[in-house]
Nanobody, 128 residues
Framework: QVQLVESGGGLVQAGGSLRLSCVAS????????MGWFRQAPGKEREFVSG????????NYARSVDGGFTISRDNAKNTVYLQMNSLKPDDTAAYYC?????????????????????WGQGTQVTVSS
């Protein structure tokens, strides 16, 4: 079982930055693909970014590519999402997720159905 706890959300003006963190329990964190998803009110949950177990491969939604950066520190069991140049459309609850399968390659899942463990979410609100 893996438990994920997100932090770092808040209220920020458009153009500002936030860094989300997700701390995972469990000794096998370093072998899990990790992802960030978000869900705005009235909308479906959507993939934001993912990182392979090694950190050697990353994937971004087109809407955030160039503005967001995902990274991980396996020694700290933590994955980060640095969000720059935030826009009001980025307002959502952000969720950290872990894929419980262990891959030998640097595969990064993008479908939420491929992730097995989810955090409670952290709210990001961007004002115009």
């Amino acid at each position: 079982q893996v438990q994920l706890v997100e932090s770092g959300g808040g209220l920020v003006q458009a153009g500002g930055s936030l860094r989300l963190s997700c701390v995972a329990s469990g000794r096998t964190f370093s072998r899990y693909c990790m992802g960030w998803f978000r869900q705005a009110p009235g909308k479906e949950r959507e993939f934001v970014s993912g990182i392979s177990w090694s950190g050697g491969n990353t994937n971004y939604a087109r809407s955030v590519d160039g503005g967001f950066t995902i990274s991980r520190d396996n020694a700290k069991n933590t994955v980060y999402l640095q969000m720059n140049s935030l826009k009001p459309d980025d307002t959502a609850a952000y969720y950290c997720a872990a894929d419980g399968l262990i891959y030998s390659s640097d595969y990064v899942p993008v479908a939420d159905s491929e992730y097995d463990y989810w955090g409670q979410g952290t709210q990001v609100t961007v004002s115009s």
